[in-house]
């Protein structure tokens, strides 16, 4: 496993969406509740254990005080008053976008061309670098 089993019971898929769903929302002018439907359909596959892979590593490169441990209890302190509290909405960036396209692509909702696009080796690696942009949000939601 590429994060530790606990990140997992801490950041539960309900969780991830409720954080993420604001930016999943506004970026494709959605109401909330559609937004997050879709998300939640998006990460109820593979997409999940990457974006939490890439948030692990987002948040230990954050911090330099703490060890692993210390950095998932930062996290569980500050889901334990209102784990589903909606994240922030975080502005597009080009990396970001490419998350999001991903989220398309696992909810059955991009069209085949951006499928095909994103199966290219400049999509690939602009997938990964829309997973490591997509942890570095998560990583912030799930420590504020």
């Not at 606990?6 to 959605?30: E, F, G, M, N, S």
């Not at 209102?82 to 696992?106: E, I, N």
């Not at 909702?109 to 951006?114: E, G, I, R, V």
């Not at 080796?121 to 490591?132: I, M, P, S």
């Amino acid at each position: 496993m590429r994060y530790p089993a606990r990140l997992a019971h801490l950041a539960t898929r309900a969780i991830v969406v409720a954080k993420l769903a604001p930016t999943y929302a506004d970026a494709h002018q959605l109401d909330h509740d559609e937004g997050a439907g879709r998300l939640n359909t998006a990460l109820s596959g593979p997409l999940l254990e990457d974006l939490l892979a890439a948030t692990w590593q987002a948040l230990l490169g954050g911090t330099k005080k703490l060890d692993e441990e210390g950095v998932l209890e930062k996290v569980a302190k500050s889901l334990r008053e209102r784990p589903l509290r909606p994240g922030r909405s975080a502005p597009v960036t080009p990396d970001l976008s490419a998350f999001l396209l991903l989220a398309d692509l696992a909810a059955g909702t991009a069209s085949d061309a951006a499928g095909r696009v994103m199966e290219t080796d400049a999509g690939k690696a602009r997938a990964r670098a829309g997973l490591a942009a997509a942890g570095q949000l998560l990583a912030r939601e799930l420590t504020r």
